[in-house]
């Protein structure tokens, strides 16, 4: 009993530790976008080169939405 106890805790144990590694990814990944839109949104880089790189999509709908 206590055997199979050890082997559920390290499991929990490992699927948190890998848990937190994402996070971390996630942490980096987005530190890493807000610096690029601030280095591309400051006034040597021009925000309009941010907003260049997507398309602009919009829908009908979205108005709909937006004036309900």
């Known amino acids: 009993m206590l055997l199979d106890w050890e082997v559920e805790l390290i499991r929990e144990l490992d699927l948190l ?8 990814f996630f942490r980096r990944l987005v530190t890493e976008w ?9 006034p040597d880089g021009g925000a ?21």
């Open 17 to 24: 530790s890998i848990k937190h590694e994402h996070a971390l």
């Open 34 to 42: 807000l610096a690029n839109f601030k280095e591309l949104s400051s």
């Open 48 to 68: 309009d080169g941010f907003e260049e790189s997507f398309e602009q999509v919009e829908r009908e709908e979205m108005h709909v939405q937006r004036a309900v």
